[in-house]
């Protein structure tokens, strides 16, 4: 379970450390007071830039020195740190377990896994697909560690292809055309990955949902031409053959246009409501964020057996009536008894009263002008 968490220069605080004795914990305040800044202190400790998504220079506290922000996360069996100090050219990230400085945070993503759900989130199936596929890779990342390797391998080549296209590509020229074909390759490889994952996950949502327990029912796929590929052909190296002959075949038309035409760059999740047979970006803004609760909920359920998990749900009651309220803090409940050193929840609203249900089993604390207290005294 989580000790404490000590935030130094980051973001809207200056030096904090919240003393926690709960696995359910409610940070409540006024909008703009600082909420949601402690959640995304605790993602960035996950692989990537947090629920944020914010370059780190980004979150440095804008009356600190700018030159350092850190984060300290103490549980029951060690302690993580993360710290960045702004150089001259640039900054650098240092990763610390126990005191210890590592190359990354490895060992700890490998039994502790962080997921969130933000207020952001509400829109997602309004907003542009790349955020639809950030979600999907958050859940792949907890059945493969491997995945954002994958992910971040693949956004690299693209890259790097896109640079040769634009800059050296000449149909005639052999060596260019042998760059790009090794580029490709990889491409392919990284890129079917991606494909294959993010289409287990896809299954594993739809067949595993917790519709019984009164969330809407749902069916979800990746679309796309490669995931079509995918699913139609069995074989993986056809699946190979024809990824890497339609890149080259699209080597002109991509230099043209200045993008990847073909891959999971241009993937997109879809989500349909069974019960009303629409598609969920046609649904109201409430159904929207049930049908999102209910397969962040499944995923998790499904999954709660299994390593360390810290899950941040930052202002998740806007747009949910009083049945579904209701309903998703008794499942938080349920959650959080089923081992209170392995589960910690956190939760962000404006008021205390939103989460009365929580009463006698969660930590609260208002956060306040950049301060955060307990019991009306200050920390």
């Avoid at 909420?35 to 947090?50: C, F, P, Q, R």
Wanted: glycine letters at 4%.
């Amino acid at each position: 379970m989580i000790k404490n968490l000590n935030l130094v220069n980051f973001r809207n605080y200056t030096d904090e450390t919240l003393n926690i004795n709960k696995n359910v914990v409610v940070l409540y305040g006024n909008n703009g007071s600082g909420k949601t800044n402690i959640l995304e202190a605790i993602s960035i400790l996950a692989d990537g830039k947090g629920l944020k998504k914010a370059t780190a220079d980004c979150l440095i506290n804008n009356g600190a020195d700018k030159k350092l922000w850190q984060i300290k996360l103490t549980t029951s069996i060690e302690q993580i740190t993360v710290s960045y100090i702004r150089e001259t050219k640039g900054g650098k990230k240092i990763y610390k377990i126990n005191e210890e400085t590592v190359k990354n945070l490895n060992e700890f993503r490998k039994n502790t896994h962080i997921v969130w759900l933000t207020y952001e989130s509400d829109r997602l199936f309004l907003q542009s697909p790349a955020n639809r596929r950030d979600f999907i890779d958050m859940l792949c990342n907890v059945n493969d560690p491997e995945h954002i390797t994958y992910t971040r391998a693949y956004e690299k080549l693209i890259r790097e292809r896109m640079t040769v296209l634009k800059n050296d590509y000449n149909e005639q020229s052999e060596e260019t055309n042998k760059w790009l074909d090794a580029l490709e390759a990889q491409i392919c490889d990284a890129g079917l990955k991606v494909a294959q994952n993010r289409i287990k996950i896809t299954q594993e949502l739809e067949k595993r949902q917790i519709t019984s327990e009164n969330f809407p029912k749902f069916t979800n796929k990746m679309t796309g031409d490669l995931e079509t590929e995918v699913l139609m052909i069995a074989n993986e190296n056809n699946v190979l053959d024809m990824y890497r002959a339609a890149l080259k075949e699209r080597r002109m038309k991509d230099s043209i246009s200045g993008m990847t035409t073909l891959g999971v760059n241009r993937s997109d999740w879809v989500v349909h409501y069974v019960e009303k047979d629409i598609d969920a970006n046609q649904c109201s803004a409430g159904e929207q964020k049930i049908l999102l609760i209910g397969i962040f909920l499944s995923f998790i359920k499904n999954k709660v057996e299994n390593n360390n998990w810290i899950i941040l749900l930052d202002d998740i009651m806007a747009h949910l009536d009083e049945k579904y309220t209701t309903i998703l803090l008794r499942h938080i409940k349920e959650m959080a008894k089923i081992d209170h050193d392995r589960i910690n929840i956190w939760l962000s609203g404006t008021s205390r009263n939103m989460f009365s249900e929580l009463e006698g089993q969660g930590q609260y604390f208002e956060v306040k002008s950049s301060k955060v207290s307990e019991k009306g005294k200050w920390l």
